[in-house]
Each structure stands twice: as C-alpha cells, then as structure tokens.
C-alpha cells in the first residue's frame, strides 16, 4: 500500500517541479539560472555591438571634420605640406604635428627678423630649418588639423602675415 502511494507522489511531485527539483539535488543549474544566464549573455553581445556601432560612429564623424577642415582650408587658399616636400627637415624635432608658416627663407637673418616680428605681435614662433636651405617661421603648433585652420584664420589677419602662408604637417 505504502508503494501505491509514494509512486504517485513522486509522479505529482515531478509534475508539479518539473526537473529542477532533480537538478538542484544534483547541483546543477535550474531552467531560471540557465535562463538568466542566456539573458546575460544576450545583454553583454548588444552592448559589445553598440561599442562597435559607436566606435564607427566616432570614426565616421571624425572623417567627416576632417573633409570639412580641408574644404574650409581650400577655401582659405591655404596650403598643407609635409617637411618631405621641402627635402626634409634639418631641425632634428619638432614637438607638435602642425605649424603655421608665416614665412620661409634662404637667409637666416631674414627668418630671424621675421620671428622675431611675429614674437612681439604675441605668438609663440619657432624656426625651423629645411634641408634644402630654408629657414621657415612657424607658429600656432598644434596637434589638431581643426585648431590649425582656426588659428590659420586668425593669423590671416595679422600685418606680419603674407599672403601665401601655409601649413607645415610634421609626420
């Protein structure tokens, strides 16, 4: 009798819990865990994709700044160079990667006399020697192609500045 009784226990006790019951005896995990398991794993695979799609979005924006500064500095009439094009620099570093150029010389004393102009107008000017013979003033150093134009802006109307300055790229 007692058998008659405890084997429809068990089948409703079964029933009524499924196969966690068995499962936590065992020390497995219950369908809640594994189902809360499976939520975080779907919750950290959106956040990594969300990282990827706002890392494109910051890569996509910062090319687009940057075709909007070359067209700006197009309109500027402005040049941009790299130190190759002059035959390379003879200053063995420079600690910035943009300089505007004020002026470029053959003669240093000119160069000199031009640094020392755009000194006392209140700018921060080095000089910077090509391997080619030049002597070119640079101001304005900066790490940003964005700050470059804006600066390029404001020394445009300086009474120091000519009319063919440039920007010297130092990669």
């Known amino acids: 009798m007692r058998r008659y009784i405890l084997l429809p226990l068990l089948v409703a006790s079964v029933l009524a819990t499924g196969c966690d019951a068995f499962r936590k005896l065992a020390g497995r995990p219950t369908a809640s865990e594994i189902e809360a398991r499976r939520v975080a794993m ?3 695979q959106q956040l990594l994709e969300q990282a990827r799609i706002d890392s494109l979005e910051r890569v996509r924006k910062a090319l687009a700044d940057s075709l909007a ?3 700006s500095l197009k309109q500027l009439s402005g040049t941009i160079l790299n130190p190759s094009a ?3 620099l003879y200053t063995t570093k420079l600690d910035s990667r943009y300089y505007i150029i004020v002026g470029a010389f053959t003669y240093r004393p000119n160069a000199e006399k031009l640094l020392s102009r755009v000194q006392k107008s209140g700018y921060d000017a080095t000089l910077i ?3 080619n013979g030049y002597h070119a003033v ?3 150093q900066t790490d940003n192609l964005n700050a470059a134009l804006r600066s390029l802006k404001k020394v ?3 009474p120091f500045c000519p009319v063919d300055v440039w920007i010297l790229v130092n990669e």
């Open 42 to 44: 779907l919750q950290e």
């Open 69 to 71: 500064v070359l067209d």
């Open 86 to 88: 002059m035959g390379g």
């Open 138 to 140: 640079g101001l304005c």
């Open 129 to 131: 020697c090509f391997r």
């Open 156 to 158: 445009k109307g300086e």
